[in-house]
Nanobody, 122 residues
Framework: QVQLVESGGGLVQAGGSLRLSCAAS????????MGWFRQAPGKEREFVSA????????YYADSVKGRFTISRDNAKNTVYLQMNSLKPEDTAVYYC???????????????WGQGTQVTVSS
């Protein structure tokens, strides 16, 4: 089992930045790919970004490419999502996820955090 806890969400004005963190505990010795997803009210959960265990491969949704950066520190069992140039449409609950396969579909991730709210005001 892997437990994931997100932090770093909050309220920010459009154009601002936030850095989300996701701390993993439990069976962290397994080489898990990590992903970030988000869900806005009334919408389906959507892929944001993902990173391989080594950090050598990253994926981004087109909507965040060039603005968000995913990274990880395996020594700290933590993955980060640096979000710059935030827009009101980035408002959502952001979830991190862990799985043995790197991908953009939520079905490849076995473990999920509780989520952290990000609100971007215009």
């Amino acid at each position: 089992q892997v437990q994931l806890v997100e932090s770093g969400g909050g309220l920010v004005q459009a154009g601002g930045s936030l850095r989300l963190s996701c701390a993993a505990s439990g069976r962290t010795s397994s080489r898990q790919a990590m992903g970030w997803f988000r869900q806005a009210p009334g919408k389906e959960r959507e892929f944001v970004s993902a990173i391989s265990w080594s950090g050598g491969t990253t994926y981004y949704a087109d909507s965040v490419k060039g603005r968000f950066t995913i990274s990880r520190d395996n020594a700290k069992n933590t993955v980060y999502l640096q979000m710059n140039s935030l827009k009101p449409e980035d408002t959502a609950v952001y979830y991190c996820a862990a799985g043995s396969i790197l991908g953009a579909s939520p079905i490849v991730y076995n473990y999920w955090g509780q989520g952290t709210q990000v609100t971007v005001s215009s």
